[in-house]
């Protein structure tokens, strides 16, 4: 092996190694800020309660909004087969709508209700959030 | 009419495919067509598509909805400068102007007088065949100018949350930054064919890669700003795939930019020079296609599909897998080694592109990991914008460090000491400021307090060294783009950091004629109005603003019911105070009673964007100056 090969090894493997910790790192900080999303039929099934946020999506349900002043709202959102109750203080936003797809941010309760801290707006009235279809699908509940 | 439109439309497009084709001719070592010269063909090719361009936008404009694009995307009661945005507004449409900004930047370089025959004709070449590839994906998959045989009275209309101004010129402003590094992607591509990257090279593809990186610079502004004030969160930038995927091709162009600049002055890092620029077209590629094809979970997601998706991964696939094939065959025939101390400015630039491309990684893996765990695991989840903040602060102390400390030192060898001798004064003031900001303002956090402290420090140090102070005027250096854009970051970060300690938010369920409070603002709810307009409905807040019983204005949020397509919008009313701006969000009433109310303040939003404007501005004097030298140069 001639030095500069071996000197461009040495380097090369330098480098990897160098970039590999730092790789580690970001993904080991990573791992402690991932939101997780569930449909209601696997927050339940997974029994997530706790601290840990968490977010949920699917359909709100039909006449499940009520407001009870200062801001804040209850509803139900449902995959077709599981509901859950959300409750809600703030801003709902614009695109907001029963029957309409919804993801909302926050921690399922061991009551089984879910408080939410943010609910998620989307730029497309007809859009739907992947996740939402996805769970939706699975249900049998989504129609093209 | 229609007809005859989509004819001409079309044969203008073949036409640009037909002139492709004969510019890339030498690449293959055709040379035997001399009818024109590269630069008339070039026009050609520009004219082609600029009058197609044109024609798409006479349909908008005369709302004929024989044209699928118009159907979907227009309606006749629009304004006319959103019948204009829509032209852009949508993949296909988008897709035309992209080609128009390519093949107007192929037009541009081919009258360019900067580079030899040879050079020039093998850049286009290039060019053109990343036009050809283009057109045809557009006249294939993606023809604006499809044809329905419906008789359609009117549009579906535009997402009323994109009719706004602003929102009509980023996608062309940040195209043209996109566009800008295919480019010098050419360049690159030449300069590895002809294995000539060196001080040329470099001086040809300055003012071209910080024009480009100005634009892409200018488009990401003023996206974010579109998202401070129109998606009424309070926040300028949230860590969205979507703004991140136009963040990391700026990121490795900010390193690129740098890489040129060394090239030109010290005729090293060749091969480096290469990886970004490659790496930077390729981002922005993916940046501007995969945000459209639906790959990426987004809050600005837009209707999507996953077909023209593909063909974007196959085209990006055939570009880097060749281009690195080429790399690797080359790039031990472009350096040149050379050996430089350890302390000199080389190193300094070196460390702050590790750190540039750090930030990339830290952006990417943020952004890819979702989509990773979606397709092994099938777990759908997020990446908090925590994560970024807590990877990115000490990357960006590093920075900050090697940003005041790089252009201080000399190209050769520096020392140290001397440097820290030089900056004695700044240091000492600095240093004195940060200490008093601290005790005035209560701040104990030691990376917020040392933040302050180094972009305090490279503000000063930026702005004293593009600026030669004499006793009576004041004398404009000529790395003065340089300093402004390097204080402008300063400023930036300083408002960064001070923004996010100081915001403060409420929530109130108002009543009119209630007064609302928040720190030492009074909000006095005066009024609530109904009012019909063209082409929406609106309820509009009326709020007076006081602080220390001084009056400071009036708000007038405002909801909007579209009905074309249905939609609701919130308008944020902001009130822009030099240190502040406050912020009124109302939502749709729920109640009779009562209306709920989200107050923002934001401290140092103005200087933030004052010190974006400046990073823009610095790079065109950059770009501008430097062809001025050259100019000089090639006189004498």
Same mark, same amino acid.
């Given at each position: 092996m001639t030095d500069t090969v071996k000197n461009r090894l040495i380097k090369f493997l330098v480098s990897l190694i160098i970039f590999g910790i730092a790789i580690l790192i970001i993904v080991y900080n990573l791992r402690d800020n991932i939101v997780y999303f569930y449909s209601p039929s696997e927050i339940i099934e997974n029994? /997530?309660? #706790?601290s840990q946020i968490v977010r949920l999506g699917g359909l709100v349900e039909s006449k499940s909004v009520v407001s009870d002043g200062d801001s804040i709202f209850h509803f139900k959102i449902t995959d077709g087969q599981e509901q859950i109750s959300v409750k809600y203080q703030g801003i709902l936003p614009n &695109? !907001? +709508?029963?029957e309409k797809g919804v993801v909302v941010e926050g921690i399922y309760m061991n009551d089984g209700r879910f408080i939410a801290n943010k609910v998620l707006a989307k730029h497309d009235e007809n859009y739907m959030p992947p996740e939402v279809i996805k769970s939706l699908k699975e249900t049998g509940k989504w129609q093209e | 009419m229609s007809l005859v439109i989509n004819y001409i439309a079309n044969s203008l497009l073949i036409l640009c495919l037909v002139t492709s084709i004969i510019q890339s001719r030498f690449l293959f070592k055709?040379?035997?067509?001399?009818? &024109?010269s590269i630069s008339q063909i070039s026009a050609i090719q520009f004219l082609s598509i600029l009058v197609s361009f044109f024609l798409l936008i006479f349909l908008f404009i005369t709302s004929d909805f024989n044209f699928d694009l118009v159907y979907f995307h @227009?309606? @006749?009661?629009? *304004?006319l400068i959103y019948k204009l945005s829509g032209v852009w507004g949508n993949h296909e449409g988008s897709m035309l102007l992209w080609i128009l900004i390519l093949v107007l930047f192929n037009f541009l370089f081919s009258l @360019?007088?900067? @580079?030899s025959q040879k050079f020039k004709e093998i850049t286009v070449a290039v060019q053109s065949l990343m036009i050809f590839g283009f057109v045809l994906f557009l006249l294939l998959l993606?023809? *604006?100018f499809n044809i329905n045989n419906e008789n359609f009275n009117d549009g579906l209309g535009l997402n009323p949350i994109l009719q706004d101004p602003l929102l009509a010129i980023h996608p062309p402003i940040l195209y043209i930054g996109y566009v800008g590094f295919s480019l010098i992607f050419s360049l690159s591509i030449t300069g590895l064919l002809t294995s000539e990257v060196d001080k040329k090279w470099a001086t040809v593809a300055k003012p071209w890669v910080f024009a480009a990186w100005s634009f892409l610079t200018a488009g990401i502004a003023l996206g974010s700003y579109w998202a401070y004030y129109e &998606?009424?969160? #309070?926040?300028?930038?949230?860590?969205d795939p979507v703004e991140n995927a136009s963040l990391m091709p700026w990121l490795s162009a900010t390193a690129l930019i740098h890489c040129v600049v060394v090239l030109q002055k010290r005729n090293t890092m060749q091969s480096w020079t290469m990886v970004l620029a490659i790496l930077t077209f390729s981002l922005s590629l993916a940046g501007a296609f995969l945000v459209r094809s639906g790959v990426l979970n987004s $809050?600005?997601? !837009? +209707?999507?599909d996953p077909g023209r998706g593909l063909f974007i991964l196959i085209f990006l696939f055939i570009i880097l897998s060749s281009s690195f094939l080429l790399f690797a065959l080359k790039s031990d025939k472009i350096n040149r080694p050379t050996l430089h101390n350890i302390s000199s400015r080389n190193t300094g630039i070196m460390v702050n592109n590790w750190l540039l491309i750090s930030i990339l990684i830290v952006v990417f893996l943020g952004t890819m990991y979702p989509l990773a765990t979606d397709l092994l695991y099938n777990q759908s989840l997020t990446v908090g914008p925590q994560y970024y903040a807590i990877s990115i602060t000490p990357i960006i102390i590093l920075f900050l460090f090697f940003m005041i400390l790089s252009p201080k030192l000399s190209w050769e060898e520096s020392k140290l000491l001397k440097i820290i001798n030089e900056m004695r004064y700044i240091l000492i003031s600095c240093l004195t400021i940060t200490f008093l900001t601290t005790l005035y303002y209560d701040l104990f956090n030691i990376t917020e307090i040392l933040i302050i402290f180094l972009s305090l420090i490279l503000i000063i140090s930026s702005l004293s060294s593009g600026l030669n102070f004499k006793s009576t005027k004041v004398i404009v250096k000529s790395n003065f783009g340089q300093s402004m854009a390097h204080a402008g970051f300063g400023i930036f970060i300083l408002a960064v950091v001070s923004n996010a300690v100081y915001s403060q938010e409420k929530i109130y369920d108002a009543k009119v004629g209630s007064k609302l409070q928040l720190d030492e603002y009074i909000f006095d709810f005066k009024n609530i109005e109904q009012e019909e307009k063209v082409n929406f409905n609106s309820i509009k807040a009326f709020l007076s603003l006081s602080k220390n019983g001084k009056d400071l204005g009036d708000f007038t949020p405002e909801i909007r019911f579209y009905s074309d397509p249905p939609t609701i919008t919130s308008e944020t009313s902001i009130i822009h105070q030099f240190f502040s701006d406050v912020y009124v969000v109302m939502n $749709?009433? /729920?109640?009779?009673?009562s209306i709920s109310l989200r107050l923002h303040i934001k401290p140092f939003m103005n200087i933030l964007w004052l010190g974006v404007v400046m990073i823009i501005l610095g790079g065109i004097i950059t770009a501008i100056l430097n062809k001025k030298n050259y100019r000089e140069n090639e006189i004498n």
């Open positions: 029994n /997530q309660t #706790g &695109l !907001f +709508a029963e | 055709i040379q035997n067509y001399n009818l &024109l @227009s309606h @006749s009661e629009k *304004p @360019s007088k900067s @580079s993606s023809n *604006p &998606l009424g969160w #309070g926040g300028y930038w949230f860590w $809050v600005h997601t !837009f +209707a999507s $749709v009433p /729920q109640n009779q009673e």
